[in-house]
C-alpha cells in the first residue's frame, strides 16, 4: 500500500522570536531596536504575517494527508521521503536552503511579506497553497526543473546547491590553489578570498553582486538557463600567482577544476556554512552542474 502524501511545511525562526531569545521580553526587545532607530511594531508585523500565512498553508493541506514542519536549522537533520511535496513558507533564500537536502521532490515557494520578497522562488500565496500541492502531487506532477550546482572532491565527498556554492578559506585568510577547467591542461595558481559558481537562480543574487562589482561582460545565465557563472574574489597577482582565470561560464557537462595548495579550505552552498565539505592541501574539487534539479511548482 503506497502512503498518503505528505506536506512537508519549512519555515524559519522570525526576527521576532529571534529577538525574544536574546533579549527575554518584548519590552526588552523594544528597547534594544528603540535605541537603534527602529520600531518593535514593525517587526512585530512581518512576524504575524509570517504566522498567518504558515497557520494558512498548514489548514490547507488535504485531510487524507500526512503533515510535517521543519525549521531552517533543522534541515540537515529532517528526512524527506519520496512522497512528500515541500512547501516553503518564507522566502526566496529559504527554498534554496532546502533545496540540497531534497532528491526531486516538487515545492511550492509561498511569499509571506509579499513586495519585501523579490518572488523569484517564493511565487505565490497561501491562498494558493491548497490546490498547487494537489497539483504537484498528482500524475506526473506540475513544476519546472531548475538548475542546481554541485562540488565534488576527491575523496568522494559532494555538496549541491540550488543558487551557489562558495569554494574558499573558512576565514578571513587568502586561500591558495590551482584554478582550470576539467580535461584542460594550463591551471593557474592563485591566492583569493575564494571563487563563487552559481546557477541562473543564483544570477539574482550573491553571484549577480559580484558581477555588477566588477563589471564584468559576462553574460548571466537566467533563472531557467542550464549554464553555470563563476567569479574570483579579490585575486592576488605576484610572482607566483596569477590573475587571468577570475571568471568565466561553465556549459554542459564543463567543471572547474580546483585544487587545494592551502592547509584547508571548504566548500558550502546558499548560505549553509554549517553544512560544509572540507577539504585540504593537495586535494581536487570540481564543480559544475549537478544531475539533480529543483521541481519548483508554478
Known amino acids: 500500500m503506497s502512503l498518503a502524501p505528505r506536506a512537508v511545511l519549512v519555515h524559519r525562526t522570525s526576527e521576532y522570536e529571534e529577538l525574544l531569545a536574546r533579549h527575554g521580553t518584548r519590552g526588552q526587545a523594544e528597547f534594544f531596536l528603540r535605541s537603534r532607530g527602529r520600531s518593535v511594531q514593525e517587526v512585530e508585523e512581518r512576524h504575524a504575517r509570517t504566522r498567518r500565512a504558515l497557520a494558512e498553508v498548514a489548514g490547507a493541506v488535504p485531510l487524507q494527508w500526512r503533515q510535517a514542519r521543519v525549521e531552517r536549522a533543522d534541515l540537515d537533520r529532517f528526512l524527506f521521503g519520496p512522497e512528500d511535496v515541500v512547501v516553503v513558507v518564507g522566502q526566496d533564500g529559504l527554498v534554496a536552503n532546502a533545496a ?5 521532490q516538487p515545492v511550492v515557494g509561498v511569499d509571506t511579506d509579499p513586495g519585501r520578497n523579490p518572488g523569484v522562488l517564493v511565487r505565490h500565496r497561501a491562498a494558493d497553497a491548497g490546490k498547487l500541492m494537489r497539483a504537484a502531487a498528482g500524475a506526473g506532477g506540475a513544476g519546472e526543473l531548475l538548475t542546481m550546482v554541485e562540488a565534488v ?7 549541491v546547491a540550488l543558487n551557489e556554492i562558495f569554494l574558499g578559506p573558512a576565514g578571513h585568510q587568502t586561500a591558495r590553489y590551482r584554478i582550470g577547467l576539467d580535461d584542460t591542461p594550463g591551471d593557474e595558481a592563485q591566492a583569493s578570498s575564494g571563487v563563487l559558481i552559481g546557477t541562473g537562480t543564483g544570477a539574482t543574487g550573491w553571484l549577480r553582486s559580484l558581477w555588477l562589482e566588477r563589471g564584468s561582460a559576462l553574460a548571466l545565465p537566467g533563472p531557467r538557463d542550464p549554464g553555470l557563472a ?7 597577482p605576484s610572482p607566483t600567482t596569477g590573475t587571468s582565470r577570475v571568471e568565466g561560464v561553465l ?12 592547509d584547508r579550505m571548504v566548500a558550502f552552498g546558499d548560505g ?3 553544512d560544509a565539505v572540507e577539504v585540504g592541501w593537495g586535494q581536487t574539487v570540481r564543480v559544475g552542474r549537478a544531475e539533480v534539479g529543483l521541481r519548483l511548482v508554478g
Request: aromatic share 12%; proline share 0%.
Open 100 to 104: 540540497k537536502y531534497l532528491d526531486g
Open 230 to 236: 563563476w567569479f574570483v574574489r579579490e585575486a592576488w
Open 272 to 274: 549553509m556554512e554549517g
Open 153 to 159: 572532491a576527491d575523496d568522494t565527498q559532494r555538496l
Open 251 to 262: 556549459a554542459g557537462t564543463e567543471r572547474l577544476r580546483v585544487t587545494v595548495e592551502s
